[in-house]
Nanobody, 115 residues
Framework: QVQLVESGGGLVPAGGSLRLSCKAS????????MGWYRQPPGKQRELVAL???????DYADSVKNQFTISRNNAKNTLYLQMNSLKPEDTAEYYC?????????WGQGTQVTVSS
């Protein structure tokens, strides 16, 4: 089992920045991929960014060159640096981790970008 706890969400004006964190605990050595998803109000959950254990990254087209995903393996923590935030980035952001058998999700952290 893997537990994921997000932090760092909040209210920010358009053009501002936030850094989300996700602390992993439990059987973390089984994790191969981690990432962030988001669910805007009234919409489906969507991929934001992924990072593999080897450090390869993948981003949704909508956040390329705006968001940066990274992980600190020594701290068992995943990050999402979000810059130049726009009102359309408003969403509940979820941390994601996967091993060879299943996916794990955090409880979510709300990001609200005011215009």
């Amino acid at each position: 089992q893997v537990q994921l706890v997000e932090s760092g969400g909040g209210l920010v004006p358009a053009g501002g920045s936030l850094r989300l964190s996700c602390k992993a605990s439990g059987n973390i050595f089984s994790i191969n991929t981690m990432g962030w998803y988001r669910q805007p109000p009234g919409k489906q959950r969507e991929l934001v960014a992924l990072i593999t254990s080897g450090g390869s990254t993948d981003y949704a087209d909508s956040v390329k060159n705006q968001f940066t995903i990274s992980r600190n393996n020594a701290k068992n923590t995943l990050y999402l640096q979000m810059n130049s935030l726009k009102p359309e980035d408003t969403a509940e952001y979820y941390c994601y981790a996967a091993d060879n058998s299943r996916a794990y999700w955090g409880q979510g952290t709300q990001v609200t970008v005011s215009s």
